[in-house]
């Protein structure tokens, strides 16, 4: 998920650790370009925090900088690029089943998925709590009826942002979000699951962007 540096501008930051406080004319003599030649690529990694500008000094590694283009990556890093592996069941599983799958699986929300794995619910572990709060026989009670269904599942498409993502996981007050592709299936509208965007993917991703030094 890092932003690729253009070559060019990975030999500056390398030149710049090895020789900090540089000026961008030594710079320029050691990759045998001109100075104005840089100027961009110099505007680029100052901007973006990794090199320090100090006039009449010269440039520094900013080797301590965390959450470089952090603000800006947020926006750029699609939910495909980041999403996990949904865990999906079908509509006739039971509840039991359904709690045993929260634990085997290490998840806690499930989706629920028609045959064609099409999008039909989700369920969350508060969902199944309740249920299992009330006298019921567990075994017997198929997750479809107790499920939250479509369309009243807040979905998030593989190509949104993260910061649509996480926001949506916020505006809402839900831990996960199902990743989907809409799709036209015998006239009908219908989501493809294609994976999950949740609470831990959000945070994992913020863990990342702070992580110092590591450029985005
Ligand atoms: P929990 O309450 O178990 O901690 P959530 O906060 O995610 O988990 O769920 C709260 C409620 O919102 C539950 O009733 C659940 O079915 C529902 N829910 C969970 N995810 C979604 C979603 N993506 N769209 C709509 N409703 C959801």
Redesign the pocket.
């Known amino acids: 998920m890092a932003i690729e540096l253009t070559g060019r501008q990975e030999q500056i930051i390398q030149i710049v650790k090895g020789n900090s406080p540089i000026t961008g004319e030594q710079i320029a003599a050691l990759l045998n370009v001109r100075r104005a030649t840089l100027r961009p690529d110099l505007a680029v990694l100052t901007m973006s925090g990794l090199l320090e500008a100090r006039p009449r000094v010269g440039y520094f590694f900013n080797g301590k900088q965390s959450g470089l283009l952090a603000a800006g990556v947020v926006h750029r890093l699609t939910v495909d690029a980041v999403k996990a592996v949904p865990v999906v069941v079908q509509g006739g599983v039971s509840v039991y089943d359904c709690i045993v799958a929260l634990f085997t699986e290490d998840t806690?929300?499930l989706f629920i998925v028609g045959e064609a794995g099409l999008l039909e619910g989700?369920?969350?572990?508060?969902?199944l709590?309740k249920v299992a709060m009330g006298k019921v026989d567990l075994p017997k009670i198929p997750v479809r009826v107790v499920?939250?269904r479509a369309p009243?599942?807040?979905?998030v498409r593989g190509g949104q942002s993260v910061y649509e993502a996480a926001r949506l996981l916020m505006e809402?007050?839900?831990?996960?979000?199902?990743v989907v592709e809409p799709e036209t299936v015998n006239g009908k509208d219908v989501l493809r699951v294609t994976g999950r965007f949740t609470k831990t993917t959000a945070t994992r991703i913020f863990v990342e962007l702070g992580e110092p030094g590591k450029i985005f």
């Not at 009243?152 to 979905?155: A, E, F, L, R, W």
């Not at 809402?172 to 199902?178: G, K, N, Q, R, Y």
């Open positions: 806690g929300t989700v369920v969350s572990r508060k969902d709590l499920m939250t009243n599942v807040v979905t809402h007050e839900i831990d996960s979000l199902p």
